[in-house]
């Protein structure tokens, strides 16, 4: 029996993050290509919640929703990478190619949101968006090291059409996607139970705030044992 793109995971991420053409070749040709492709996709966008997650303690939301919540990121994250997958594959049919395979296109971004994965790493105070603009220049670097492979074309046809998929994708959320990040708010506020406060300035005010009640708590107890 042939093995799976699953049984090669590790493999698979590791051939990624080391912009190894022969990952980007066997995610294409071996069994369970595209299923394993989305789980990927799938855990980069739990850990990037997870990255994300302080917003969640800082509006208290209780343990269930908690899950709840990161469940509902992961999912609509993995909604924005069928919108940059749609915008690649319109880009490669207006630039080039006519018989270009959505779900070729589809398996190369998967895999190569493998660096994703390290997006819990973005919770780290100072360094969050350093470390969140370096995974994403990692996952595009990784992308248009699978791209030439997947549809059998050169490095720079592969660049714009990479840069013009991105022009789309943004021209995508700005539009239809508009709707579907309407739809997502609103199910990340049923999932948490609560509106959430994601505007960091909002976000700092309520930490200050918890902070000088905690602190006079404190006060107030020591005045009261004397």
């Not at 360094?127 to 791209?147: K, M, N, Q």
């Amino acid at each position: 029996m042939a093995e799976t793109a699953f049984e090669r995971f590790w493999e698979l991420i590791l051939g990624t993050i080391t912009f190894n053409p022969g990952a980007f070749e066997l995610i294409q040709t071996l069994p369970w290509g595209t299923r394993t492709a989305l789980y990927i996709v799938i855990l980069a966008g739990f850990s990037q919640a997870i990255g994300q997650a302080i917003v969640l303690f800082i509006n208290r939301v209780k343990p269930f929703r908690f899950v709840l919540s990161l469940l509902i990121a992961s999912i609509l994250f993995a909604f924005s990478f069928i919108f940059w997958t749609l915008s690649t594959w319109i880009a490669s049919h207006l630039l080039f190619w006519e018989n270009a395979s959505y779900l070729a296109v589809a398996r190369t971004l998967g895999l190569a949101y493998a660096p994703l994965m390290l997006s819990f790493f973005v919770a780290l105070p100072y360094l969050g968006v350093p470390i969140s603009v370096l995974l994403s220049v990692w996952s595009f670097s990784a992308f248009l090291t699978g791209l030439p492979v997947a549809l059998g074309i050169g490095f720079w046809q592969a660049f714009w059409c990479s840069a013009l998929g991105w022009v789309v994708f943004q021209v995508l959320q700005r539009t239809i996607g508009r709707p579907v990040a309407a739809v997502g708010r609103w199910l990340a506020n049923i999932g948490a139970g609560v509106k959430l406060v994601t505007d960091l300035k909002k976000l700092e005010q309520i930490v200050e705030t918890r902070w000088q009640q905690v602190c006079e708590n404190n006060s107030t107890n020591r005045q009261s044992r004397r």
